[in-house]
């Protein structure tokens, strides 16, 4: 599952700068504690949508979520959201970072209620030159 998961990675990130995880960082992060992961099928042998989030004691943490382009604007991303938000503890601040540039997720995390809480200075690294993060966070009680 962790090289399935790592070509999706791959396919969905090209060519944002978030840098594609291959399959064996993919099995290690699946390891980690308090991980919680989901992957989406549209009637097609390999999944279209993942994400892949941390819960501990006092937050929790989007470390990914991507869905194929080809399979955008179906509403694949608000349900992972839905479903990880729906298996971590209600009140719980949920975190996640994204590059400054990244439009379409700023516009999804927008829509799930997220509010930018903080900068990240050249987090990302694009080509020679680096981009911010912005940090955004929910409560997780609030209305997806
Ligand atoms: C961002 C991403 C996960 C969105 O996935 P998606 O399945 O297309 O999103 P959804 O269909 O669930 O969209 C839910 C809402 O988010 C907003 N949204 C999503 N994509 C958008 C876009 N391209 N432009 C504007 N708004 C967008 C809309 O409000 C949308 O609701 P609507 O379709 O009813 O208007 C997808 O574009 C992707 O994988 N991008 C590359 C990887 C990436 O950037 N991941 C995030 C890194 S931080």
């Not at 060519?15 to 993919?26: D, H, I, N, S």
């Not at 980690?32 to 994400?51: F, K, R």
């Not at 729906?86 to 997720?105: M, S, Y």
């Amino acid at each position: 599952m962790a090289e399935v998961l790592s070509e999706l990675h791959t396919i969905c990130f090209d060519p944002l700068p978030e840098t594609p995880w291959p399959a064996t960082a993919m099995r290690t992060i699946l390891r980690m504690p308090g991980i919680h992961s989901y992957a989406l099928w549209d009637c097609e042998p390999a999944p279209v949508g993942l994400l892949i989030g941390r819960e501990t004691r006092d937050e929790a943490e989007v470390l990914t979520v991507c869905v194929s382009p080809t399979a955008r604007r179906k509403g694949f991303a608000r349900d992972l959201f839905t479903a990880f938000i729906g298996d971590i503890a209600c009140g719980t601040r949920l975190v996640l970072e994204v590059a400054v540039d990244n439009k379409n997720a700023i516009e999804l995390y927008k829509s799930l209620k997220f509010q930018e809480v903080g900068r990240r200075p050249n987090y990302y690294r694009v080509g020679k030159s680096r981009i911010d993060a912005l940090i955004m966070a929910r409560q997780t009680a609030s209305v997806v």
